[in-house]
Structures are given as C-alpha cells and as structure tokens.
C-alpha cells in the first residue's frame, strides 16, 4: 500500500499524471471516494500522463468516455449510475479490461464484483482541510506492486 497526500486539485492531477506514465496495456485502475474527492481530477492526470490530447471529462451520463490520442488508449467508466453489476457486462467491460488500454472505473465499488482480481485500487479521501486529500494505492498483482515502487520513487509526490 502506499499512501499520498495532496494539498490542492493541481497536486491531485499530478499524481494522476505521474500513474498514468506508468500505466500499461490492459492497466485496471478503480477510483473510490466521497462525491467532490477529485476523482475526475485524479483521472484528468491519468489521460495527461498517457499523452491523451482530448480534455477528459468525467462520462457521468454516457458511463463510458474513450480516449485513443494517447500512447495507449484510455477507457474512462463512471458507473455510479448504473442499478447493477450485471449492466458492466452489457457495457462489454471484458472488452475493455482485456482491451490494449488502460481502464479507470470511477465509482469502482459499485461494480467491485465484475472487476478482475489483478488491479490497482485507489481511494481518495478529502481531508479537514477542503483542499487536501489522502490518497491511497493497493496493488492486487505483481505488475500493480512494480507499478507503485516506481510511484513511490518519485519524491516529488511523496509528501
């Protein structure tokens, strides 16, 4: 596990943007946290650190927003509106996570049981202050553990 603390929405979109350098092909990335906890700043990060041209904006009526401009593409799900697991499967989300693209699933634990085991779980935590938040990384795979060593490399985000 590695916990990240960010003062501000700039320090929240860094850090997404130092994970999504180092996301790969076929990357699962599941965001949790209260409404207003910087998910969408989180992934905004994500899509810069991909190289993804598109402003990303969270898919929060359309469920899915893709990106392909990047060096790989990037599958932005918010499935906070969806009644069921069941509708992921409609969605075609086996596509996407076995897919040549990194996937970020806002919302995660509402579709937890669909979510493959090897993954990279995240959860952002506003903090007393309005601007600060926790954040904090669980590795589910060999791949997500080499992932957050070289997260925790970078000093610049390890405050």
Not at 77 to 92: A, C, H, I, P
Request: overall charge negative; some cysteine.
């Amino acid at each position: 596990m590695v916990r990240l603390f960010s003062k501000s929405a700039e320090d929240t979109y860094r850090i997404g943007e130092k994970l999504g350098r180092l996301l790969f092909s076929g990357s699962i990335v599941c965001l949790t946290g209260d409404l207003g906890a910087g998910k969408t700043a989180f992934t905004q990060g994500i899509g810069k650190g991909l190289g993804i041209s598109e402003h990303v904006v969270s898919p929060t009526y359309t469920i899915i927003n893709e990106y392909t401009t990047g060096r790989i593409p990037l599958y932005h799900f918010d499935v906070y509106r969806l009644g069921s697991s069941d509708e992921m499967y409609e969605l075609g989300c086996d596509e996407y996570f076995y897919g040549d693209g990194a996937t970020v699933l806002e919302w995660a634990d509402n579709v937890d049981d669909v979510i493959p085991d090897e993954r990279l779980w995240i959860t952002i935590r506003k903090l007393e202050n309005p601007d600060e938040r926790e954040i904090v990384f669980e590795a589910s795979g060999s791949d997500y553990e080499k992932l957050l060593k070289e997260m925790e490399k970078d000093e610049d985000i390890s405050h």
